[in-house]
């Protein structure tokens, strides 16, 4: 078949490289204009770009995808992975067979742009990847293959993204197979257990020691590696890399430094003990600092009675 492929981030790139080594052909791929460059510095093109570009293909930038951009290539399909945009309906009746969306989620849970951090958050036992049809909707077309994956206790954002990575593809591939040959079923979805994953904002990130500490070591691990979870020491915000739950109970004050050992940081909650294992002060390198290392080179910072906030 004759491919458009639209995506951006590096999970989208894993699944341009399976495609580009099937026997499919390629005919363009599109990604988001280049971001501006911080300070000055040169502008900064999506994963997908950086691929598309050392294959050699066919990359097109628009600011809103629409027909007119695509309408020269005559595609019999068009794959979108974490691409950005919802389509409009005249992109999405262009291509002969249709257009198929690759998601992170066992879909109808967790419709939208943050699958993978709400379902951490939420603290889900297993997601996964659905390849559905695409319509008009947001992540609401019929579903024609899926594959679950679990979230293990220690996954954070990146680990399951990168699992997910790894499971995708050969899903993706074999449902354009059936695709092209015509043997595709598609499977509504059901209303019963849909969930939005609303866009993570930077806000969010903030830590509320009156939360639980298995609430907040969900939050560390769902925002790891952006936007990283952080709170405050006085005035220095300090950036929350790797923690867990160490105990549901607790005889210190939400936010109350309560031990420092080589493991590294211990932190009573509103509900149980949380253990910091690595975190990173806007101090001296400003390096990740894991336990020993919080031990021996900041222990008048964060020394048993000192808060949080």
């Known amino acids: 078949m004759k491919i458009i492929f639209a995506g951006t981030p590096e999970f989208a790139a894993t699944h341009l490289a399976s495609i580009a080594e099937s026997h499919h052909e390629l005919a363009a791929v599109i990604t988001p204009p280049d971001k501006p460059g911080k300070r000055g510095r040169q502008p900064v093109a999506s994963p997908v770009k950086h691929l598309a570009t050392d294959l050699g293909l066919d990359v097109r930038q628009p600011r809103r995808l629409v027909a007119n951009d695509i309408a020269d290539l005559g595609a019999d399909l068009l794959l979108v992975v974490a691409y950005g945009q919802i389509l409009r309906s005249d992109v999405l009746q262009l291509p002969k067979k249709g257009c198929i ?4 989620s066992l879909l109808p849970r967790w419709r939208g742009a943050a699958p993978i951090q709400r379902a951490i958050l939420a603290g889900d036992t297993e997601t996964g ?14 579903i024609l293959l899926q594959q679950t994956v679990p979230i293990l206790e220690d996954d954070t954002t990146l680990s399951l993204t990168s699992r997910l990575s790894e499971v995708g593809p050969p899903v993706l591939l074999k449902a354009m197979e059936q695709i092209d040959a015509d043997t595709s079923y598609i499977t509504p979805q059901p209303d019963e257990g ?7 904002s930077k806000d969010e990130a903030r830590i ?24 405050y020491l006085k005035e220095l915000r300090v950036k929350i890399w790797q923690a867990r ?16 050992s080589k493991a590294g940081v211990e932190v009573a909650c509103g509900e149980g003990l949380l253990l910091i294992s690595a975190l990173q002060l806007p101090v001296g390198k400003g390096k990740v600092l894991d336990g020993q290392d919080i ?13 949080f906030s």
């Open 194 to 200: 849909m969930t939005y994953a609303k866009k993570i």
């Open 245 to 260: 739950k160490i105990s549901t109970t607790c005889a210190g004050q939400p936010g109350e430094i309560v031990g420092l």
């Open 295 to 307: 031990l021996n080179a900041r222990r008048d910072m964060l020394s048993p009675g000192i808060y």
């Open 129 to 142: 990847v659905c390849i559905m049809q695409m319509d008009e909707g947001l992540d609401t077309g019929g």
């Open 208 to 231: 509320n020691w009156l939360s639980s500490s298995l609430d907040i070591s969900r939050q560390i691990r769902a925002f790891n590696p952006d936007p990283i979870t952080f709170t």
């Open 101 to 104: 969306n690759v998601h992170a």
